[in-house]
């Protein structure tokens, strides 16, 4: 048996925009060369090695590359096209069927490999998908400005020096750490340069770089929000260190009690619109942060997710500004354009900048460049605020009526957080949560509860019921009825 590799893009006189195909064939076989070209084919579409619509190779480069006669190609080729596998049409080749037979009419090869089961969609991502969710931790992804986006890509492509296709720089490229500077400092009062800001794959691998960092510098203990996202808490425990709640209330966390907490070398906040209940971090607070982390050589990690939005006034500065050389920035494109971007930065003091990047390097070194290079253009070219003035908009809209809907159908829940972001918290009365919840999902409305960011040193007991509602998430036509589920399951309880 001779295994094949048919490359009909580099093969001499093969066709662009077709695939490279890997055969097995049993050139010695009772068929001949034909059968078991055929035979190989078919167990490639049968298999979903070469799914629905894949175009193949012209007859002519397909034997070229595989060194057998043209017309043994063209017979397989129609072959399978009799029997349903392909289909062939002047002017636009031979592709895979786009409904292939689900049996071969008893023609099972011996070679052939039992049908590919394909595992169901990893449930994580599942709740993302669903139109009618209100799952908190997603912008509207059917508003990612994509002509817009692809204008950029087309014109950071076009100007990009070839130098920009190899390795890049693990800090991020410097025309998105120039962009950023000034948009950071224009939009957040961020006081950093090029020179401090470190782009990541999100704000997710920012925080494991700088708990890895931390770490190595011996700290023990991460303070955190007693609310915020279990997978947070686990990459930073993940990294070696340990973490101790601070409370959340009306006011935010409560910062002050830093100083009690003797163990934590770092903190991290989310202190324009604190994750999950939506109240920004109060100005005392915001200094007791700040004069925690001067006091003790301390670093707070500040986790600006959405700074971007809020709606009833200016947006809250950035932490940052207060004491850059004690505060980390942290930002990310999640929600601002969309979480597959992967893309994130951080403002880093400057004692901290050699120690990351050393970290980044060693790993994941940096997002791709094409991508960096095309927020880079979308922001020096104003997209970037475009795009954030029309969400704003559009997500103000959708809290005002998502505000409305509750005040007329369920007064009697009361709505949190609203001044900011892409979420509300509602609060249940006492022991109603996980009803909620159950009723929720029984008519298929994704939606989280409050207790499911709960610290797990808080005790349950002192825990508040509530609703965390996404009200970014859903698709602009899918909004309406989701809110109208929303209602719905409220009326039950309240
Ligand atoms: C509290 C919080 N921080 C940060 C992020 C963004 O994480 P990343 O940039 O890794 O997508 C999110 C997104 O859901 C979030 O909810």
Redesign the pocket.
């Known amino acids: 048996m001779a295994e094949q590799r048919a490359n009909s893009s580099s093969a001499a006189g093969s066709a662009p925009g077709t695939v490279d195909l890997h055969l097995d064939l049993d050139l010695d076989g009772p068929g001949g060369v034909r059968a078991s070209l055929t035979d190989a084919l078919r167990e490639a579409v049968r298999s979903g090695r070469l799914t629905p619509g894949t175009r193949l190779p012209p007859s002519r480069s397909l034997a070229a590359d595989l060194g057998v006669a043209r017309n043994t190609v063209a017979d397989a080729y129609g072959e399978l096209v009799a029997e349903g596998w392909l289909s062939a049409r002047q002017g636009s080749g031979t592709r895979v069927a786009q409904r292939v037979a689900r049996n071969d009419g008893g023609r099972r090869t011996k070679r052939a490999a039992k049908p590919v089961r394909r595992p169901a969609r990893p449930e994580p991502f599942a709740p993302f998908h669903t139109s009618n969710g209100f799952y908190a931790?997603c912008p509207d992804l059917s508003a990612f400005p994509r002509a817009a986006w692809l204008a950029a890509a087309r014109r950071a492509l076009a100007t990009a020096p070839n130098a920009a296709f190899g390795y890049g720089d693990p800090r991020g490229c410097l025309p998105l750490r120039e962009a950023l500077a000034e948009y950071l400092a224009r939009a957040r009062g961020v006081r950093t340069d090029p020179e401090r800001l470190v782009v990541c794959s999100?704000?997710?691998q920012g925080l494991s770089l700088l708990s890895r960092v931390l770490r190595a510098d011996g700290v023990r203990t991460l303070a955190m929000e007693s609310y915020?996202?279990h997978v947070h808490r686990e990459l930073v425990t993940a990294s070696g260190l340990a973490t101790t709640p601070l409370t959340v209330d009306q006011h935010g966390a409560a910062t002050a009690q830093l100083t009690t907490h003797r163990h934590s070398g770092a903190v991290l906040l989310?202190p324009a619109h604190q994750?999950p209940t939506g109240v920004p971090l109060h100005p005392d607070r915001r200094a007791a942060a700040v004069d925690w982390a001067a006091a003790t050589g301390g670093l707070v990690l500040e986790?600006d997710?959405d700074g971007e939005f809020r709606y009833d006034r200016q947006p809250v500065g950035a932490l940052q500004g207060l004491d850059p050389e004690r505060v980390v920035y942290l930002g990310?494109a999640?929600?601002s354009l969309a979480?597959a971007l992967r893309l994130?930065w951080m403002a880093l003091p400057e004692h901290l900048v050699d120690r990351v990047v050393t970290a980044k390097h060693a790993g994941e070194r940096h997002p791709s460049v094409l991508d960096q290079l095309t927020l880079a253009e979308f922001i020096a070219s104003g997209g970037y605020d475009r795009h954030l003035r029309a969400m704003r908009l559009r997500y103000r809209r959708r809290r005002d009526r998502l505000v409305a809907a509750l005040a007329e159908r369920v007064p009697a829940v009361r709505v949190g957080g609203i001044a900011a972001g892409l979420h509300a918290v509602l609060r249940l009365p006492p022991g109603t949560e996980q009803e909620v919840l159950r009723s929720a999902d029984w008519l298929g409305l994704a939606v989280q509860g409050l207790d499911s960011f709960r610290h797990p040193a808080v005790p349950r007991s002192e825990a508040a019921d509530g609703l965390v509602v996404g009200y970014g998430t859903p698709a602009e036509h899918a909004f309406a009825g989701a809110l109208d589920t929303l209602c719905q399951v409220l009326t039950s309880v309240a």
């Open positions: 931790g999100g704000f997710t915020g996202l989310t994750f986790d997710y990310t999640s929600k979480p994130g």
